[in-house]
Every structure is written in structure tokens, then in C-alpha cells.
């Protein structure tokens, strides 16, 4: 089965007030999301390789 199956799904996030933040806390609020969106993206990656490996096994040994 798959690992994440028993995590619990996150709720969903209440966005930030971005109008108190200074110009540097942008910034660092911006890379923030841009590391987590490479995190997301990087585990799209790994899953779509395991099921791709899996697709593979199944469909030769229906073969």
C-alpha cells in the first residue's frame, strides 16, 4: 500500500495577512512557498516513478 495512506490529510491553510509584513519578510515568505512547492513537486516526482515501475511489473507479467 501506499505510505501516506494512514497520514492525515492537512486542513486547509488560512492565508497570511501579507499587508503587515515588511519587504524582507515577503521575500523570505516567498521562498518559503517556493520550497515547499519544489518539496510537493519533488514528491510528485517519486510517486509517478513508483507507479510507473509498478505499471511496468504488472503489465509484463500479464504478458
Same mark, same amino acid.
Given at each position: %500500500?501506499?505510505?501516506? @495512506?494512514?497520514?492525515?490529510?492537512?486542513?486547509?491553510?488560512?492565508?497570511?495577512?501579507?499587508?503587515? %509584513?515588511?519587504?524582507?519578510?515577503?521575500? /523570505?515568505?516567498?521562498? @518559503? %512557498?517556493?520550497? @515547499?512547492?519544489?518539496?510537493?513537486? /519533488?514528491?510528485?516526482?517519486?510517486?509517478? /516513478?513508483?507507479?510507473?515501475? /509498478?505499471?511496468?511489473?504488472?503489465?509484463?507479467?500479464?504478458?
Amino acid at each position: %500500500m501506499f505510505d501516506d @495512506e494512514n497520514e492525515p490529510r492537512l486542513a486547509k491553510k488560512v492565508l497570511k495577512k501579507l499587508d503587515g %509584513m515588511s519587504i524582507d519578510e515577503l521575500n /523570505a515568505y516567498v521562498q @518559503e %512557498m517556493k520550497d @515547499e512547492i519544489a518539496r510537493a513537486e /519533488a514528491e510528485i516526482k517519486k510517486k509517478e /516513478a513508483h507507479r510507473d515501475a /509498478a505499471s511496468v511489473l504488472f503489465k509484463s507479467k500479464s504478458s
